[in-house]
């Protein structure tokens, strides 16, 4: 439980930082250090936590560690999630009136656009951070003395899972809204301005459950009974044309057998989707490389019926638009 808070919120500090820290998140001076300051130290605690979670049920104080070490991840959670969904607000009412801010922005980018622009707001999100480092900080310490052993490829990202389609839609709970609403957008009809393939893009960081809707999305009865063909693929990385390829063979109930090359298997994709309003689920995709995608886009284009979709889940909004998603088409 400990390793899975302290990857999610390395997960969201690595988002930060990579996305051009130094433009979009500059909050108030020195805050951006203060954020590389608790990813170095999430790295070196998480480093330790194999060992840890060994050695918690025989000595007490570890587990009081680590129960501390679970309170101040949450509250991380909490900070970094109240940061993200005040960038958003901020990005929206800029895209709401880009006219009358365009000539701002050159100047106040940093601290107009991107951050916040109650300038109350910049500093308490602040203060926390740096509150969290302190106890971070701590935490740290007291890590040194308890002499852990470092696990093997610590700074690592976690493994990407390998996700297919099932689930017990009855377990899931407080998601109908979400679900109702992407599936009433895969199965609206086309207008003449939109595209022949429509793609709904499911944006956001790891682990707040992108692929759950999917999947509820996916075995929707209303999806299920719209398209003809429903097709699932967990992409994740590296995007491996070929093996997606086969994948998408297999989900329409085609033979892949023997056919190792991409040419040979576009054109049995070509032919087995000819007359067929499909729906494909493309999980966990990382690839930011347009050409690859085109290839089996344009394939799966070809001959299918009107109201064929694409619904792809990514961790990047750059992914989402070289998948094709409009920004409308585009759900954080």
């Known amino acids: 439980m400990a390793d899975a808070l302290v990857s999610v919120v390395l997960e969201q500090l690595s988002s930060i ?15 951006k250090n203060e954020v590389r300051k608790l990813e170095s130290n ?3 605690i998480q480093a330790v936590l194999a060992d840890a979670e060994q050695r918690r049920l025989k000595e007490e104080s570890i587990k009081r560690w680590m129960g501390q070490l679970k309170d101040v991840s949450y509250d991380m959670d909490d900070v970094l ?10 990005q929206m009412k800029v895209n709401e009136h880009p006219r009358k801010t365009i000539k701002k922005v050159c100047s106040f980018m940093i601290f107009s656009c991107f951050c916040f622009r109650e300038v109350g707001l910049r500093s308490h999100v602040a203060r926390k951070i740096q509150t969290l480092n302190d106890r971070i900080d701590g935490i740290v310490r007291e890590k040194n003395t308890f002499n852990f052993k470092l696990s093997e490829g610590e700074t690592k990202l976690p493994e990407h899972r390998i996700t297919a389609s099932v689930i017990d839609a009855a377990e899931i709970k407080g998601r109908e809204t979400d679900k109702g609403t992407i599936v009433k957008m895969l199965v609206s009809e086309s207008s003449d301005q939109e595209p022949a393939l429509r793609t709904v893009s ?19 009865h209303e999806a299920e009974t719209y398209f ?8 994740s990385d590296p995007f491996d044309e070929i093996r997606i390829a086969k994948a998408i063979l297999e989900g329409l109930n085609e033979s892949a057998h023997n056919l190792n090359e991409l ?16 729906l494909l689920v493309l999980d966990d995709v990382w690839n930011e490389d347009s050409t690859k995608w085109e290839q089996l886009k344009n394939s799966l284009k070809r001959g299918c019926l009107p109201g064929s979709r694409f619904l792809v889940t990514t961790r990047n909004k750059k992914v989402a638009n070289i998948m094709g998603s409009s920004s409308t088409d585009i759900l954080h």
């Open 17 to 31: 930082i990579a996305q051009k820290a130094q433009k979009e998140v500059g909050l108030v001076a020195g805050v």
């Open 42 to 44: 999430f790295q070196a």
């Open 81 to 90: 999630d109240e940061w993200s969904t005040a960038i958003a607000k901020s």
């Open 202 to 220: 499911l944006v956001g960081m790891g682990g707040i459950g992108k692929t759950t809707l999917a999947q509820l999305v996916y075995n929707d």
């Open 228 to 235: 003809g063909k429903r097709i699932w693929v967990c992409v």
């Open 263 to 278: 040419q040979a298997l576009l054109l049995r994709i070509q032919e087995s989707i000819r007359g067929k309003r499909f």
